[in-house]
T-cell receptor, first 114, second 116 residues
Framework: KQEVTQIPAALSVPEGENLVLNCSFT??????LQWFRQDPGKGLTSLLL?????REQTSGRLNASLDKSSGRSTLYIAASQPGDSATYLC?????????????FGKGTLLTVNP | NAGVTQTPKFRILKIGQSMTLQCTQD?????MYWYRQDPGMGLKLIYY???????DKGEVPNGYNVSRSTTEDFPLRLELAAPSQTSVYFC???????????????FGPGTRLTVL
């Protein structure tokens, strides 16, 4: 059974700082891994999806990496802004299984202080 | 496109009551999902559907039922509400990419349910 862990559970940084959020998963035979953002009281928004054949995926100030051999993914946020404050969740499918049965981590609550 | 819409936004139920959470998507996606999110926890998959007429259990299906009569709609039914079903419920959909590797899920805004 896939298990997903996110560290840290919460992170508070000053505006402008670069930061890294960590995600680990137990079954590495995955097709992809996804990062989502959740604002308070809202649904999830997909940020990045990294295919198993890729090592990195970038969108603006966000960069996600995937290392299947170590069972880890990181989300790098450059030059953080107060608008980045949200909960970030990673999700992985079962190893070798269908993409739709995602297992989510508990998330990292990010606060960017002005 | 409105994306994924859910109704109601909030609901309070008494123990033993029944209700249906509605979910509709207008993106012509094949796959649809129901999740619940408890405070401080990740999302747990309740049920999913890979197409009209096809549904299957996720990780936490007990106490819930679903149906998928059309591509667009995927209602979630609670038959006998219990306090343990107090949670935020999210519906999601995805295209159902047969290559598996690029299928992204799109989420609705959620329904906050309290059972007293």
């Amino acid at each position: 059974k896939q298990e997903v862990t996110q560290i840290p559970a919460a992170l508070s940084v000053p505006e402008g700082e670069n930061l890294v959020l960590n995600c680990s998963f137990t079954d590495s035979a995955i097709y992809n891994l996804q990062w989502f953002r959740q604002d308070p009281g809202k649904g999830l928004t997909s940020l990045l999806l990294i295919q198993s054949s890729q090592r990195e995926q970038t969108s603006g100030r966000l960069n996600a990496s995937l290392d299947k051999s170590s069972g880890r993914s990181t989300l790098y946020i450059a030059a953080s802004q107060p608008g980045d404050s949200a909960t970030y969740l990673c999700a992985a499918p079962p190893g070798g299984g269908s993409n739709y049965k995602l297992t989510f981590g508990k998330g990292t609550l990010l606060t960017v202080n002005p | 496109n409105a994306g994924v819409t859910q109704t109601p936004k909030f609901r309070i139920l008494k123990i033993g009551q029944s209700m249906t959470l509605q979910c509709t998507q207008d993106m012509n996606h094949n796959y649809m999902y129901w999740y619940r999110q408890d405070p401080g926890m990740g999302l747990k998959l309740i049920y999913y559907s890979v197409g009209a007429g096809i549904t299957d259990k996720g990780e936490v299906p007990n106490g819930y039922n679903v149906s998928r009569s059309t591509t667009e709609d995927f209602p979630l039914r609670l038959e006998l509400a219990a306090p343990s079903q107090t949670s935020v419920y999210f519906c999601a959909s995805s295209p159902g990419d047969t290559r598996h590797s690029t299928d992204t899920q799109y989420f609705g805004p959620g329904t906050r349910l309290t059972v007293l």
